[in-house]
Every structure is written in structure tokens, then in C-alpha cells.
């Protein structure tokens, strides 16, 4: 998996969180579980398109937090990404939920293979989210981070793919 290095693009969700949202369900009437094939399509997409609009807030936010700290952009201006790229993923994400949603319908024991794709798709989601937390931290964050795990004996070049800075031995 290759880190996307331009600062000033703002990551889209994928097919990495694709799997999660078609097993993501939210219960809207209250019937705990009592589905029938309608209602259980419905729920499915819903909860999909809840599992997108959430990555996508959080990936578009860090990313956009960055842009405002190097005064790039204004807190007005970021708002207005998070909410356009929020809005275009749950679109994506309300037709991936749908269609994943009326293949475990008539395939339901696809969930369990659907699931462990899910684990691999969330750790790639993970590392996206930690580089876009990364990207927003200023030189003096980076710089104490990199002081904590040098004490603690962790390397976070390694962790980081070399884009974190190497920590100077006094």
C-alpha cells in the first residue's frame, strides 16, 4: 500500500471500507432484528451510508486540518469540504450499501467471507486515517511524538514509511 503524499488532496473513500458498510445495519424501526426483505435492504443501505459519510468526515477533517493550520484554508472553507465530500462518498456509499445489501439478502452465508475481507479493509482504513492524522500535526507535534516514541523504543519512520522526521541522538 503506497502512502498518497500530496497534502493537498483530499482522500475519497474506497472499496477499503466498502465490506464494513455492507455489514453495517441500523435498526430504524425498533424491531430488534425482525427483518423482512424490504426492511432488512433498507437498513443495510442506511447503515452503509453511515459507515461511509463517517470515514469520509474523518479522512476529509484531518486532511483539511492541516490545510488550516498552514493557514491554507479558512475554519469556513473547511466546513464547506467536509460537508461536499461527506455528500458525494454517502452518495457512493448508498449504492455500494444497496448492492451489498440484496447480495447478502439471497446470499446471506457470504457474511462471514464479507467480514474477514472487512478486517484487511479496515486495517488499510486505519493506516489512512493515522497518515491523515499525521499530515495534521505541526513540525513542534511531530517533533514531541517523535520524543515520546524514541523513549518509549518505538521507531516511527518505520511506522510512518519514512515520512516522519528522524529524531536527533544528543
Same mark, same amino acid.
Given at each position: 500500500m503506497?502512502?498518497?503524499?500530496?497534502?493537498?488532496?483530499?482522500?475519497?473513500?474506497?472499496w477499503?471500507?466498502?465490506?464494513?458498510?455492507?455489514?453495517?445495519s441500523?435498526d430504524?424501526?425498533?424491531?430488534?432484528?425482525?427483518?423482512?426483505g424490504?426492511?432488512f435492504?433498507?437498513?443495510? &443501505?442506511?447503515?452503509?451510508?453511515l459507515?461511509?459519510?463517517?470515514?469520509?468526515?474523518?479522512? &476529509?477533517?484531518l486532511r483539511?486540518e @492541516?490545510?488550516r493550520?498552514?493557514?491554507?484554508?479558512?475554519?469556513?472553507?473547511q466546513?464547506?469540504a467536509?460537508?461536499? /465530500?461527506?455528500?458525494?462518498?454517502?452518495?457512493?456509499?448508498a449504492?455500494? /450499501?444497496a448492492?451489498?445489501s440484496?447480495?447478502?439478502?439471497?446470499?446471506?452465508?457470504?457474511?462471514?467471507?464479507? /467480514?474477514?475481507?472487512?478486517?484487511?479493509?479496515?486495517g488499510?482504513?486505519?493506516i489512512?486515517?493515522?497518515? @491523515?492524522?499525521?499530515?495534521?500535526?505541526?513540525?513542534?507535534?511531530?517533533?514531541?511524538?517523535?520524543?515520546?516514541?524514541?523513549?518509549a523504543g518505538?521507531?516511527?519512520?518505520?511506522?510512518?514509511?519514512?515520512?516522519?522526521?528522524?529524531?536527533?541522538?544528543?
Open positions: 503506497s502512502r498518497e503524499r500530496d497534502p493537498y488532496r483530499i482522500p475519497r473513500a474506497g477499503e471500507i466498502a465490506p464494513m458498510a455492507g455489514l453495517a441500523i430504524l424501526n425498533g424491531n430488534r432484528g425482525t427483518l423482512t424490504g426492511e435492504v433498507g437498513e443495510s &443501505t442506511v447503515g452503509g451510508m459507515v461511509f459519510a463517517i470515514y469520509q468526515a474523518l479522512l &476529509t477533517g483539511t @492541516a490545510m493550520k498552514r493557514g491554507e484554508i479558512d475554519r469556513r472553507t466546513v464547506q467536509i460537508v461536499a /465530500s461527506v455528500w458525494e462518498t454517502t452518495k457512493q456509499g449504492a455500494v /450499501s448492492v451489498f440484496v447480495v447478502l439478502l439471497v446470499f446471506p452465508w457470504l457474511g462471514f467471507p464479507l /467480514s474477514l475481507i472487512g478486517v484487511v479493509g479496515l488499510k482504513a486505519s489512512d486515517l493515522a497518515y @491523515a492524522f499525521w499530515d495534521g500535526l505541526s513540525e513542534e507535534q511531530r517533533s514531541d511524538l517523535h520524543s515520546a516514541a524514541f523513549d518505538v521507531n516511527l519512520n518505520h511506522l510512518l514509511g519514512g515520512v516522519a522526521l528522524s529524531r536527533q541522538s544528543a
